[in-house]
């Protein structure tokens, strides 16, 4: 039996979450791709919807783990999995919606099957890291597995170790390790993404973050810090939240410098989504506040 699911996705600051409440407010069940909106406390830097929004409409993988623990498109892959006919029972049509890009990959032709952990080798890389920093693990990422590190924030220790670990346990990137070539065949997909011109994307990006700022962003931060949480837990890697590290250790950076820090991070993220999307099949392309999108969902569920 295939399963009917429709796919929201969009850079950063393209209006996927105003679209979300306008356009499926009954008989919809939203599953989060976002990588940062899994972590609690983390509201304001990673544009979560609010309590009250998501009570409006069902939410799913939002808010439920704490930022020390790691999140990855396996686990977002098999929980998705286990939600869509949970959805589906209750009468209700699954949306997948967010901008981690390779979440939608792995949901759509599934996960490479890489080698395993090797202890040993995991250890010399934890030592690396210390001793060289991870700038420099990076930039070997850049010269054995290229195309991995176009994929991998340069301050995603954990992608960027595995990636250097594939590679010295296998000899092979991690982008050889082909996941398969055809759409899983147990689910209907509507594929849906949301595009803006890139001045008008970068626009919206920059006052976003200027509003993040007003919303206590930065009182956010401080009391994740306080909390315990160190520039190493998986969530206080994410823009908007690992800035404030780096002003912290370095005390180079003023406040003013650490925002436009995180417009920048945050529009050349937007750049890499729009290229790792252009890749995906199937994608029919809108803008946010094109009407046909609504008519494209109403099509999608009459036939399904």
């Known amino acids: 039996m295939r399963h009917p699911v429709i796919l929201l996705f969009g850079p950063t600051g393209v209006g996927k979450t105003d679209l979300i409440f306008t356009l499926f407010k009954n008989n919809y069940e939203i599953i989060n791709a976002d990588s940062m909106q899994v ?19 069902p ?34 049509i699954p949306v997948i919606s967010g ?3 390779y979440y939608f990959k792995s949901f759509l032709f599934g996960l490479p099957t890489l080698p395993p952990v090797e202890p040993q080798i995991r250890d010399l890389l934890q030592k690396e890291l210390i001793t060289k920093g991870l ?9 054995v597995d290229p195309l991995r590190a176009e994929q991998v924030e340069p301050g995603d220790s954990y992608r960027i170790l595995r990636g250097l670990e594939v590679f010295r346990v296998s000899g092979k990137p991690v982008s050889a390790f082909k996941v398969p070539d055809t759409i899983r065949n147990d689910i209907t997909p509507l594929v849906l993404g949301l595009e803006r011109s890139r001045p008008e994307l970068y626009k919206r ?14 009182d956010e931060v401080k009391h ?10 998986p969530g206080m890697k994410g823009i908007g939240y690992g800035e404030f590290f780096l002003q912290a250790e370095t005390g180079e950076f003023t406040t003013a410098d650490v925002i436009e820090l995180i ?22 392309w809108f803008c946010p506040s094109d009407t046909a999108i609504a008519k494209a969902v109403k099509s999608f569920i009459k036939n399904v």
């Open 39 to 57: 972590y609690k406390g983390m509201d304001i830097g990673s544009a979560k919807p609010s309590l009250q929004e998501r009570t409006e409409i």
């Open 59 to 92: 939410h799913h993988l939002i808010d439920f783990m704490l930022p020390s623990n790691q999140f990855n498109a396996g686990i977002f892959v098999r929980m998705a999995n286990h939600l869509i006919p949970e959805i589906l029972k209750r009468g209700k």
């Open 99 to 101: 901008g981690t890009a």
């Open 135 to 143: 700038p420099a693990l990076y930039n070997e990422l850049k010269r």
């Open 205 to 218: 990006i920059n006052m976003r973050v200027d509003h993040m700022i007003e919303q206590g962003l930065i």
């Open 224 to 233: 994740l810090i306080e909390a315990g949480y160190t520039k190493k837990d």
């Open 263 to 284: 417009k920048r991070n945050s529009r050349r993220y937007a750049k890499r989504q729009y290229t790792f999307f252009r890749k995906l099949p199937m994608v029919k």
